[in-house]
């Protein structure tokens, strides 16, 4: 059975950092793309990290620069580092693999900006 956990999730002030974990099992982990995606209430879900089964990393303008991600295939784990943070970076963060058709999410964790 695969299973995507994700953790880390919180209130945190504006400018103050979290660090996201995606926890993984029941997949061969080592192969799959990861994604960190956000979502807002009416808003369509966001792409805000990538990283390859190679290590190849990728992020949108909005993340460039405060956001990274990173793996462990050892461990089977994904992180999203997350820096400088905004009150709009308020969002449920969810994680995705992906290797091929199959295609997996995590259940997502809350993240709040606010002072």
Known sequence: QVQL??????????????RLSCAASGILFRMYTMYWYRQTPGKERELVATITSGGITNY???AKGRF???RDNAKK???LQMNSLKPEDTAVYYCRLTWGSRNYWGQGTQVTVSS
């Open 5 to 18: 956990v994700e953790s880390g999730g919180g209130l945190v002030q504006p400018g103050g950092s979290l």
């Open 60 to 62: 949108p303008d909005s």
């Open 68 to 70: 990274s991600i990173s």
């Open 77 to 79: 784990t994904g992180n």
